[in-house]
């Protein structure tokens, strides 16, 4: 599940992905535009720059801004690089696979295939949506576009 802290960096990220070129938000702006804590915000952002997803200016002018553009970023990546594996459970991960204590059997486990595919099923949306597509979801038109609504 998206906890709270994944789904703010998105939000921070969206909104970062909105601005003009050359343009950094302060953290205090963004985090009143999208209802965030901006004590909660400004340990979301120093996760996100220390993944190499945002830079950050100090003093006068500064703030932030994407380190790279929005359609080279992958929605799974920001995800992963604040909560983590995106599989329910250990056994299930690719990225942090741990078997669990009472499985007897990894390859016939019901538990362990079915969240596998859910697992497979996170993963192919978030890892072929980038940054740019989901800052296009706050236009409704492009919306509807997209979800033929």
Do not use: W
């Amino acid at each position: 599940m998206l906890t709270n802290k994944g789904k703010y960096g998105l939000k921070a990220m969206v909104h970062l992905a909105g601005l003009e070129p050359d343009v950094l938000a302060q953290a205090a702006d963004i985090a009143e535009t999208n209802s965030i804590s901006k004590k909660f915000l400004d340990h979301i952002l120093t996760e996100l720059r220390r993944a190499g997803f945002v830079y950050s200016k100090k003093g006068k002018g500064g703030g932030y801004a994407l380190a790279r553009p929005a359609h080279e970023i992958r929605v799974g990546a920001i995800v992963r690089a604040l909560d983590g594996p995106l599989a329910p459970i250990p056994c299930a991960s690719v990225t942090a696979f741990r078997p669990c204590d009472d499985c007897r059997d990894l390859k016939t486990c019901p538990v362990r295939l079915i969240m596998i595919e859910a697992r497979n099923a996170i993963a192919n949306v978030l890892d072929n949506r980038t940054l740019a597509e989901m800052r296009m979801l706050t236009n409704p038109s492009d919306l509807a576009e997209m979800y033929h609504i």
